[in-house]
């Protein structure tokens, strides 16, 4: 596996592996790899003989009073386990090497997109996300990137942005990965005391209370979130941030769900923010 750490050795590889007849897959991270990520790396090879994997912890996506400073770090260990899953390259550029000084440009999918949902709490998360993927996208190249359901809103974010930029990749996002107990992967989960760990879930909990809501007939979306806020309301350590029903694709507020939609939940226990999310497919 190669250790790559500019924009011009990521495309130096990746242009040396496409010459060699072979498609290029990036799975994008912030390092401290976990089941979720494997799978991703997974679906890579699948679609890619040559899969490169990027580590950054990119600044631009926390905002002021986030867990920049403590984001959980394990460089070594990431390099270990990305050898053992088959990657080619692991590009892990400094901070500078992506924001070098006099760095001004930013990439914004505007409208509900980007401010509604975990936007309204995190402004200028998205923009901090679309910015970085944009320049990994370009600095990899990749024929195909891969991103996970759990970021469902990430992942609509890139896939306008990518149509919109008529990036040449093909966006691939891959289903959520869960504990045995429901409770999806995270790296942010390490953060979760043991009693926070115990009650956490509850987001998937919530989830299906309103599944099963709709796999009865119920299509109010009002009705809908009222059942998951209700199965979150019965845990003592969680903290709504928000519960909505939203339209799949372009992540607008519905009422009716009579289009494939998206129960989507935050929940803060104590600092740590946690997110989930279902399909309800009429
Ligand atoms: O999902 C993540 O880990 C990050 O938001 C991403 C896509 C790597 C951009 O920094």
């Known amino acids: 596996m190669e250790l790559l750490k500019t924009p011009a050795e990521a495309r130096a590889f990746s242009r040396a592996a496409k010459a060699r007849g072979e498609r290029v897959a990036l799975v994008p991270t912030m390092g401290y790899l976990h089941e979720g990520h494997f799978s991703l790396i997974r679906l890579a090879r699948q679609g890619a003989a040559a899969v490169m994997v990027s ?30 899953e088959g990657v080619k390259a692991l590009f892990a550029p400094d901070v500078l ?64 942005l990518v149509r919109d930029l008529d990036l040449p990749v093909e966006i691939v996002v891959a289903p959520i990965v869960r504990e045995a107990d429901g409770l999806a992967m995270s790296s942010r989960n390490v953060y979760l005391s043991p009693a926070e760990r115990a009650q956490a879930p509850a987001l998937k909990a919530a989830l299906d209370e309103a599944s099963a809501l709709f796999a009865r007939g119920e299509r109010r979306a009002k009705r809908l979130a009222e059942a998951a806020r209700a199965r979150l309301e019965m845990t003592p350590l969680a903290r709504i941030d928000y519960v909505e029903l939203v339209d799949a694709e372009n992540l607008a507020p519905v009422e009716i769900v009579d289009q494939p939609s998206l129960l989507a939940l935050a929940v803060f226990f104590g600092a740590t923010r946690l997110i989930d999310n279902a399909h309800l497919t009429p």
Do not use: W
Not at 58 to 76: H, K, V
Not at 103 to 116: I, L
Not at 123 to 133: L, Y
């Open 55 to 84: 580590l950054f912890v990119n600044p631009a996506q926390f905002g002021p009073g986030e867990d920049l400073g403590r984001y959980p770090r394990d460089f070594e260990r990431d390099r270990v386990l990305c050898e053992r």
């Open 97 to 160: 090497a992506v924001y070098p000084p006099g760095f001004s440009t930013s990439v914004e999918v505007a409208g509900p997109m980007s401010a509604g949902l975990c936007g309204a709490s995190r402004p200028g998360h998205f923009r901090g996300v679309a910015t970085v993927v944009t320049k990994l996208l370009c600095a990899c190249e990749p024929d195909l990137a891969v991103f996970g359901q759990k970021d469902a809103q990430q992942a609509a974010v890139i896939r306008r």
